[in-house]
Each structure stands twice: as C-alpha cells, then as structure tokens.
C-alpha cells in the first residue's frame, strides 16, 4: 500500500527523497512496504556493497538486515523526522507513518535512529 500523493524526487545533499504533492495529516499510514529479509549469513556482506546506505536492521536481536521496498528504502534521515517507521517481523512489513501535519511538496523524512527522540549521531555525522 502506497499512498497516492508520494513521488520520488531529488533531495538536495542527499540524493533521492520521496515527497507528497498533496497535505498529508499527522497519524496518516503514508505506505505498508515489504521487506527482502537477508539471511544471516549473507549480512555481512552488504556492509561491503553499496547496499550498505539503504538496509534495515531486522529482527528482535537485529541480526539480521532487510531490504525494504517500495519507496522504504528512499526515505531519508532527519534528527526531528515527519514520519516514523515501524517494523513489523511476523508480516515482513515496515510502515511509514505521518509523525506531524506534511505540507504539499514537503520531503518525508524518518530518523535512522528509528526513535524520533533519539538524537544520537547516525554514521555519516559520526
């Protein structure tokens, strides 16, 4: 599920970015995206590719990473995000969720952190 009103979109510094032409209203389930889950054994292996910018930490250890499709992967990282994302491992889903009212033409932004009142350095700031 995708919202009707997302597109993808140059984001100035940070490559691509999705963004909404119409208002969004906070509490808006923006899209439900599936994940491609990595084996174990294959995780180490993307911190060596360029899939290294664009994987989730997957699993109640976080042993594990995932490939988030649909726009998931394209949302980019802010330290006070619009949306939130939450993890779903049973249904191998992430949700992207309106944190706060979205304006036409506004980049929808998360933090890496995945709690938006964690402030912590992600690690390209590091």
Known sequence: ?????????????????????????AGTLVEIAPVIILPEKDSPLIDQSFLYNYYFLWGEEHKQYAICLGYGSLYNHDYDPNCIYETYYEDGTIHFIARRDIAAGEELTVTYNQDPDDKTPVWFDK
Do not use: R
Not at 1 to 25: Q, R
């Open 1 to 25: 599920m995708l919202l009707g009103s997302l597109y993808i979109a140059d984001s100035p510094g940070k490559g691509k970015g999705v963004y909404t032409s119409e208002p969004i209203e």
